[in-house]
Structure formats: structure tokens, C-alpha cells
């Protein structure tokens, strides 16, 4: 079984910063990508940002320039430093991960969410 724990989301102002955080557990070999999307009420889920095991990174057009995806490879884990937030960013947001685990078997995993909400 794998697992993926978000932790860091919550209520901050505009223009506040907020840092999240996903560790990957389980029966993993080796981790691809992880990343981070999030969905806001009425809206698709979508990509904010992603990193692959060598360190390429990915962002969507909206998170350029005030997030950054980060990751500790050793520890499976993935972060997202979020600045300069904006109520439009207000959602709940997802950890993701493509994984092969100990069966020799990929695929992709998802967290369960944490919310983000910017707000006055």
C-alpha cells in the first residue's frame, strides 16, 4: 500500500505565503513525479506544479513567479512554497505522485486534499 499525507494548508490573508507539504509512504521503489493540483468549487482539478525525481519542474501559467515545487528525494517528499497569495487561490489542494512500487507496478496516487483558503 502507498500513501501520500498533505499537511500545511489553512487561512491566510492576500499576499500571505503558506508552505505545503506531501510524504509518500509505503511499499515504494521509486518515485517519478510528484506534484501538486488543487480544485476550486465549480472548477476542474488542475496542475499548479510538479517535479521530477532529477529535479525538472513544471508550473502551471498561474503559479509562475510565486510558487515554487521543491522536493527531498530521500524522504519522498514534496513541498510547495506559496507566496504572495491571492483569493483566486482558494481551493483544495491535491499531492500527487507516479510511483512504481515493490511489485514493479506504476501508477499514479493521489492525497486526500488540503485546504487553502485567502481570504480578508
Known amino acids: 500500500q502507498v500513501q501520500l499525507v498533505e499537511s500545511g494548508g489553512g487561512l491566510v490573508q492576500p499576499g500571505e505565503s503558506l508552505r505545503l507539504s506531501c510524504s509518500a509512504s509505503g511499499s515504494i521503489l521509486s518515485i517519478y513525479r510528484m506534484g501538486w493540483y488543487r480544485q476550486a468549487p465549480g472548477n476542474e482539478r488542475e496542475l499548479v506544479a510538479d517535479?521530477?525525481?532529477?529535479?525538472?519542474?513544471n508550473y502551471a501559467d498561474s503559479a509562475k513567479g510565486r510558487f515554487t515545487v521543491s522536493r527531498d528525494n530521500a524522504k519522498n517528499t514534496v513541498y510547495l512554497q506559496m507566496n504572495s497569495l491571492k483569493p483566486e487561490d482558494t481551493a483544495i489542494y491535491y499531492c500527487?505522485?507516479?510511483?512504481?512500487?515493490?511489485?514493479?507496478?506504476?501508477?499514479?496516487?493521489w492525497g486526500q486534499g488540503t485546504q487553502v483558503t485567502v481570504s480578508s
Open positions: 517535479i521530477t525525481s532529477g529535479g525538472r519542474q
Open positions: 500527487n505522485a507516479f510511483l512504481t512500487d515493490v511489485r514493479d507496478y506504476s501508477r499514479e496516487y
